[in-house]
């Protein structure tokens, strides 16, 4: 079993900047594909941001390209996410989630492990 808290969340002005933690515990966390993805309301949850156990291979969607950063530090458990010029739409509850089988997936259903979650309200 894997426990995630996410932390960082908070209301934020457009352009602006914040960045997400994401603490795990419970399995080695350098074995872990980590992802952070997230969820605005009457909308379904989408990817953001993968990272493979090492944080030699990255991956992010499109719409936050260039803008936010997944990053980790194997030796604190934590998988970060830099979040710079937001925009109104980034707002949403952002999930971290975690996976032990290598790759790093787009589909929410391909990871075993998830947060509480952790809400982003990006203001115009």
């Known amino acids: 079993q894997v426990q995630l808290v996410e932390s960082g969340g908070g209301l934020v002005q457009a352009g602006g900047s914040l960045r997400l933690s994401c603490v795990a515990s419970g399995r080695t966390f350098s074995s872990l594909t980590m992802g952070w993805f997230r969820q605005a309301p009457g909308k379904e949850r989408e990817f953001v941001a993968g990272?493979?156990?090492?944080?030699?291979?990255?991956y992010y969607a499109d719409s936050v390209k260039g803008r936010f950063t997944i990053s980790r530090d194997n030796a604190r458990n934590t998988v970060y996410l830099q979040m710079n010029s937001l925009k109104p739409e980034d707002t949403a509850v952002y999930y971290c989630?975690?996976?032990?089988?290598?790759?790093?997936?787009?589909?929410?259903?391909?990871?075993?492990?998830w947060g509480q979650g952790t809400q982003v309200t990006v203001s115009s």
């Open positions: 990272i493979n156990w090492s944080g030699g291979s990255t």
């Open positions: 989630a975690a996976d032990p089988r290598g790759a790093i997936w787009v589909l929410d259903r391909k990871y075993d492990y």
